[in-house]
């Protein structure tokens, strides 16, 4: 017998989450399965068992009461009876932390977390005496991840473990549709200014007159409609992190002002010539070459080298297809949900499927294909006949049945505004957009 590590169970319905507690804790466990929810536990109950399950306590939009956590934590001391079990929430209340120890938790653990807390806590749950020890046979082998940590992310994983803890700019390449978001959200979390702003740009929804307003702010009377004075987006990160997605699109001209900023660490308000100092971490995206960009003088070169301190590239879904059963279980639950409908079980060929499909629109076009499948569903069971992948309709957004993609985006979005009463602050949460982004999608579908 040879000692090797234990095994570890993340269930957490934020990716980011998944994300950051996987690189937080990769080097002291053999094996790390990550789950969005704990649903497919139960329906395969031969599942090899976990040393430590890290379980969140809250799932549905808006919940705050932990009582979804301590129900999973009944059903998983039955499937799991050797297991620890650690919960975590963001919301801390110690009084639930009592209830959760009382109703057989090993700690609880509070986000956003302190990552060497994170770790002593989940550690000691390993080496909780008592318990069998975790020896395994010599040859039995690690298990990883299938579908969460496929060998085209593992460097991705690695480069976010060293950059992220760090203040260096961050450069997140991608074809559309890859996760990119996740992948800041990850960072921001990982770093020392998690406990600070996660400030998000969409530079692909903004007006190209309103960029340097919301970027840097204006003062009172700066221009006609400024009636008030405001902070920019870059003020409003201080002492957390700033995500630029889309980089490419921002303007030349301020190109140069933000070049500027990086260097001053101060900004400009419009309608001022007073320099107010920020500080902020910078973490960009985009789905252009922008090495190409500054071949072509379309963007500063100067620029370019500044915000690519570390590169982290991310790989499309098509070659990341070990990721495509997990993340299809994850939104047809979250569509099942949404819609509601019955508990949906993927078949095989549908999985297969999904498999085969080269997915130009990436983890996007798989959240709208499963999102489709949901809603014209007719019983329990998707099958082949629910997807319609057909390349040409799947490329372009349309459908053999009329029913296209952008019609099912515009619903959800109009039914999102229903449930919140048009509050479109919670209707951009439950969608998972930005508010930028819904007023853009908002206005292209006319609502």
């Given at each position: 017998?040879?000692?090797?590590?234990?095994?570890?169970?993340?269930?957490?319905?934020?990716?980011?989450v998944l994300l950051a507690a996987r690189i937080a804790l990769r080097n002291h466990f053999g094996a790390i399965d990550t789950l969005p929810s704990a649903s497919g536990l139960f329906d395969n109950p031969d599942r090899e068992s976990y040393d430590v399950v890290l379980l969140d306590m809250n799932f549905t939009a808006g919940s705050t009461s932990g009582a979804e956590g301590l129900a999973i934590l009944q059903q998983l001391k039955v499937l799991f009876p050797t297991s620890r079990i650690v919960l975590m929430t963001a919301y801390?209340?110690?009084?639930?932390?009592?209830?959760a120890m009382k109703n057989g938790a090993f700690d609880f653990v509070?986000?956003?977390?302190?990552?060497?807390?994170?770790?002593?806590?989940?550690l000691a749950a390993a080496r909780q005496p008592g318990l069998p020890p975790f020896e395994k046979a010599a040859h039995e082998p690690v298990v990883l991840p299938v579908g969460l940590a496929s060998p085209a992310m593992r460097q991705v994983e690695l480069l976010i473990e060293k950059g992220?803890?760090?203040?260096?700019?961050?450069?997140?390449?991608g074809e559309s549709g890859t996760g990119k978001g996740v992948i800041a959200q990850a960072i921001h979390q990982l770093s020392a200014r998690k406990g600070a702003p996660l400030v998000h740009v969409d530079l692909g929804a903004v007006?190209?007159?309103?960029?340097?307003?919301?970027?840097?702010?204006?003062?009172?009377?700066?221009?006609?409609?400024?009636?008030?004075k405001k902070p920019g987006r870059i003020e409003m990160?201080?002492?957390?992190?700033?995500?630029?997605?889309?980089?490419?699109?921002?303007?030349?001209?301020?190109?140069?002002?933000?070049?500027?900023?990086?260097?001053?660490?101060?900004?400009?308000?419009?309608?001022?010539?007073?320099?107010?100092?920020?500080?902020?971490?910078?973490?960009?995206?985009?789905?252009?070459?922008?090495?190409?960009?500054?071949?072509?003088?379309?963007?500063?070169?100067?620029?370019?080298?500044?915000?690519?301190?570390?590169?982290?590239?991310l790989p499309p879904l098509r070659e990341r297809v070990e990721e495509i059963p997990v993340l299809a279980n994850h939104f047809i639950d979250h569509y099942s949900n949404l819609y509601k409908k019955p508990k949906l079980h993927p078949s095989q060929q549908f999985l297969r499927s999904l498999a085969s499909y080269d997915w130009p629109g990436n983890i996007r076009e798989l959240q709208h294909v499963i999102e489709r499948a949901v809603i014209l569903a007719e019983t329990d069971t998707l099958t082949?006949?629910?997807?319609?992948?057909?390349?040409?309709?799947?490329?372009?957004?349309?459908?053999?049945?009329?029913?296209?993609?952008?019609?099912?985006?515009?619903?959800?979005?109009?039914?999102?505004?229903?449930?919140?009463?048009?509050?479109?602050?919670?209707?951009?949460?439950?969608?998972?957009?930005?508010?930028?982004?819904?007023?853009?999608?908002?206005?292209?579908?006319?609502?």
């Open positions: 017998m040879s000692h090797t590590l234990p095994r570890l169970l993340i269930i957490d319905d934020d990716e980011s801390g209340d110690i009084a639930l932390a009592v209830k509070v986000k956003p977390w302190n990552n060497d807390a994170l770790e002593a806590i989940v992220a803890p760090t203040d260096a700019n961050i450069l997140i390449t007006a190209p007159t309103l960029f340097e307003s919301e970027l840097f702010g204006h003062e009172k009377g700066a221009f006609t409609d400024a009636h008030s990160a201080a002492g957390g992190t700033l995500f630029l997605d889309e980089i490419g699109n921002l303007p030349p001209a301020l190109q140069h002002k933000l070049l500027t900023t990086l260097q001053s660490r101060s900004i400009t308000r419009l309608g001022s010539n007073k320099p107010t100092p920020v500080d902020f971490r910078l973490v960009c995206a985009t789905n252009t070459n922008l090495r190409k960009k500054t071949d072509l003088k379309e963007f500063r070169e100067d620029l370019y080298f500044r915000i690519n301190t570390i590169t982290i590239d082949e006949c629910n997807l319609h992948l057909q390349d040409s309709a799947a490329a372009t957004g349309s459908t053999t049945d009329g029913l296209s993609l952008e019609s099912l985006e515009r619903e959800a979005i109009r039914q999102a505004l229903l449930r919140n009463n048009g509050n479109l602050t919670q209707a951009a949460r439950e969608l998972g957009l930005g508010r930028t982004t819904l007023y853009r999608k908002m206005e292209r579908y006319g609502l």
